[in-house]
């Protein structure tokens, strides 16, 4: 692929991009953004760490239930934290922070984009971006993955800029953006973005360059250990072993190395989800793919830029598919160079014809959005606790965008269709989230049944989980489960051992939390109070039985 070089002239108006992408970004990060309760195992757990930083006053050592957490660094913790100290605690204030961190990656790329080529360029990068389904939804979800990958996109594109102009205040920029990924999510933080740094210097035949200058190298590394260094320092000087065991050792090598925490996947997953989460320019990046691999050797020239695109998202996607344990966030960071890789596309398609291919895609683009409106359609009224109204209404709408984005593409063009699809998109989310989210509020988190169990618990009673357990009580009654010694939630798998709790609990009684499958085996063993049940769950109450009469 030939390097791309600057238009004459750009016909996109610089402030008018700047617009469009902050309708985009609230659009599709802000909207209803503290509507769902926390889900998932992450989400609770994380901004319970969070809040107890924020209520303590401590913001270096990480306590869940009061009890050392030594999982992951601090970068997520203060953002969340942050957001509780600007609007109280709550759903929103923790993802708050969380989606502005994404708006920023937004914005970066749009800055990039225009100043290495064009002002189109950068927002058709950014737009993907911020229209990409996975950036949307770890850009709605107060966990690591997102602050990781910003931080890693502001490191690679100042490193870039500096190969690019010879401008030190870009590598010191680069410097500083690794070191927030450090204090991001740990050692992936300074490893990914080496590699691909030294990779790229390698190929390009700029590594000696780096080497020759030990001043630039020693201030770089200054500015990298003053970012990160605040937070790990201090770690280290108060649990000095036990830190370095459980999160380097534990979270880090045995992580990547073991199936320890029983996330397998095969090999080819991430290359799956790097396909699938950039859906709906999905079709745009697997043709990049296959006109890179076509002229492959165009690659290789200085200051390529789709090189070092490439580099980024192999590294990042190889690196995660070598390792045991494979969770879909991993790859986060590869998708601002994806959404570049098809912001290059397009605007190679932009300047060139004839654009045939360009047509075809986005009209299978529009056709598959149809797709999946009659499909929910169809299948409105079997969607499990889904309103078939609003599903109905969702269909429709998607419907309405497809045939939107089908009559720009035959009366303006392809570009046209292409610069509403985003909109679409941000459109058909904000739908979304009205449709979907009641349902998921419903089904996804135990937050009403734990509120309940935490007003509802005696003097030092406690709960405990029988067979399964449900992590967004971490958020919602955070003081009231038994823990293990590694603060994870206390989950028995007999009724036997209920009892031997209940025997050294003062209250002679326990709450119990658990799906309402297995409570039979619960009333059959122990006198048991049904407090309330939520979905498939169900809270009781088991107390002691009286001894036998002497």
Not at 155 to 179: I, P, S
Not at 308 to 336: D, E, H, M, Q, R
Not at 378 to 384: A, F, T, V, Y
Not at 429 to 441: G, N, Y
Request: glycine share 6%; charged share 15%; aromatic share 16%.
């Amino acid at each position: 692929m030939a390097q791309m070089t600057r238009s004459e002239a750009s016909d996109f108006n610089s402030k008018f991009c700047l617009l469009a992408l902050a309708i985009l970004c609230a659009a599709c990060f802000f909207v209803r953004l503290g509507y769902l309760p926390m889900i998932g195992p992450d989400e609770p757990r994380y901004t319970e760490i969070a809040r107890e930083m924020y209520e303590t006053g401590d913001w270096i050592t990480p306590r869940l239930g009061g009890l050392h957490w030594f999982e992951k660094p601090a970068l997520t913790y203060w953002l969340v934290a942050s957001g509780f100290q600007l609007f109280g605690v709550s759903e929103f204030a923790a993802r708050f922070p969380i989606a502005l961190f994404s708006s920023l990656g937004v914005f970066l790329l749009f800055w990039f984009g225009q100043r290495v080529d064009t002002t189109r360029f950068g927002y058709l990068s950014a737009a993907a971006l911020a229209s990409s389904a996975i950036w949307v939804g770890f850009s709605r979800a107060a966990t690591f993955d997102l602050p990781l990958a910003v931080a890693m996109e502001m490191a690679l594109l100042a490193f870039f800029l500096w190969v690019r102009e010879n401008k030190d205040w870009f590598w010191y920029a680069c410097c500083f953006g690794m070191g927030l990924a450090m204090l991001a999510k740990g050692l992936v933080g300074i490893v990914l973005p080496a590699a691909i740094i030294g990779l790229f210097l390698l190929l390009t035949r700029h590594l000696g360059s780096l080497l020759k200058r030990p001043q630039l190298l020693f201030i770089g590394a200054v500015i990298f250990l003053a970012t990160c260094a605040p937070w790990y320092a201090p770690m280290f000087l108060r649990h000095g072993h036990d830190f370095w065991q459980e999160f380097f050792v534990g979270h880090h090598f045995q992580r990547f190395l073991t199936n320890k925490y029983k996330h397998p996947q095969p090999v080819y997953f991430f290359t799956f989800i790097a396909i699938l989460g950039c859906l709906p320019w999905s079709f745009i990046f697997v043709t990049q793919a296959a006109a890179t691999l076509k002229r492959w050797r165009e690659l290789f020239t200085p200051h390529s830029l789709p090189l070092f695109l490439w580099l980024w998202v192999v590294v990042v996607v190889g690196f995660f598919s070598i390792s045991t344990s494979k969770l879909t966030g991993y790859i986060l960071p590869a998708f601002p160079a994806i959404a570049l890789l098809v912001g290059w596309q397009l605007e190679q398609w932009w300047q060139r014809k004839p654009r045939t291919l360009w047509r075809w895609l986005s009209l299978f683009a529009s056709l598959l959005l149809i797709g999946v409106s009659v499909a929910l359609a169809l299948r409105s009224s079997r969607i499990p606790y889904g309103d078939p109204f609003k599903i109905l209404g969702l269909a429709g709408l998607f419907c309405l965008v497809a045939f939107g984005c089908l009559t720009l593409l035959v009366l303006k063009g392809e570009r046209a269709a292409t610069l509403a699809l985003p909109f679409g998109v941000a459109v058909g989310l904000a739908a979304t989230t009205f449709a979907v989210m009641p349902t998921l509020k419903g089904t996804q988190s135990t937050a009403e049944l734990a509120n309940f169990a935490r007003i509802t618990a005696r003097q030092n009673e406690r709960l405990v989980f029988f067979i399964n357990n449900h992590y967004s009580i971490d958020f919602y009654a955070p003081n009231l489960p038994l823990r293990e010694s590694n603060a994870y939630l206390k989950t028995v798998m007999k009724t036997d051992e209920i009892a031997a709790l209940l025997a050294a609990q003062p209250t002679k009684s326990l709450l119990v939390m658990t799906p309402q499958r297995w409570m039979k085996g619960i009333e059959e063993a122990m006198p048991t109070e049904l407090l309330r049940t939520h979905h498939t769950w169900a809270l009781v109450r088991v107390t002691a039985r009286n001894p036998p009469a002497q």
